[in-house]
């Protein structure tokens, strides 16, 4: 259980284009989901936390009018990178909080990651 | 403010052997949880081991262990018996029992030399 789907897992786009990236939790509803970025050979950075039913938060620094975020239903966030350009190029992961749905707590607090995209903007 | 340190760039080791990664942190919170997640070539983050704060009793899972020394604010990684499979990005992760956010280190590289 607990499964993060990504879609697409890789993209390739002209620079001025809008690519928008689709997170799935398969088999729980997740309240709460997550989007990072990550840098060749760096950590994970936060970009944004997507709440069910209402914005998001931005992390400092984060274009919020650049990266749209719409968690429209329990199971799906999306992240829509607008006019991308070459420095939007990265590896874009989002992660889901686990609800349990006995009891609608949050499981052990865990995060669990979908498979990532990479986004090259040529 | 949260943080999560790991001073070891890279690190490699025999297979078969065992190999301890560190990982120190900074809170002034009380309730936490704390993780190792494993990333290999493929990208995907995978959880290792979780500890909470509030157990005194190290977190074992199968070859995995941690070291969890409240006080001194570190939570090493022991990975016994190293496999081939065990070669990849590890990022130690802080979150507070209240909070969403998830704090990373920078990571390790492991390599496992056959």
């Known amino acids: 259980g607990a499964v993060v789907s990504q879609h697409p897992s890789r993209v390739i786009c002209k620079s001025g284009t809008s690519v928008k990236i689709e997170c799935r939790s398969l088999?729980?509803?997740?309240?709460?989901m997550f989007w990072y970025r990550q840098f060749p050979k760096q950590s994970l950075m936060l970009m944004a936390t997507?709440?069910?039913?209402?914005?998001?938060?931005?992390e400092q620094g984060v274009e919020k009018d650049k990266f749209l975020i719409n968690h429209a239903s329990l199971t799906l966030s999306t992240l829509t990178v607008t006019s991308a350009h070459p420095e939007d190029s990265s590896f874009y992961i989002c992660s889901a909080r686990v609800v349990d749905r006995r009891t609608n707590n949050h499981h052990y607090n865990e995060q669990f990651f979908g498979p990532g995209t990479r986004l090259t903007v040529l | 403010a949260q943080t999560v340190t790991q001073s070891q760039p890279e690190m490699s080791v025999q297979e078969a052997e065992t190999v301890t990664l560190s990982c120190t942190y900074d809170?002034?919170?009380?309730?936490?949880?704390l993780f190792w997640y494993k990333q290999p070539p493929s990208r995907q983050m995978i959880l290792v081991i979780r500890q909470e704060a509030y157990k005194q009793q190290n977190a074992t899972e199968n070859r995995f262990s941690v070291n969890f020394q409240k006080a001194a604010k570190s939570f090493s990684l022991k990975i016994s018996d190293s496999q081939l499979g065990d070669t990849a990005m590890y990022f130690c992760?802080?979150?507070?029992?209240?909070?969403?956010?998830?704090?990373f280190g920078t990571g390790t590289s492991l390599t496992v030399i056959p």
């Open positions: 088999d729980f509803q997740a309240t709460t």
């Open positions: 992760a802080f979150m507070i029992d209240t909070g969403n956010q998830f704090y």
């Open positions: 997507s709440n069910e039913g209402s914005k998001a938060t931005y």
């Open positions: 809170t002034s919170e009380s309730n936490y949880y």
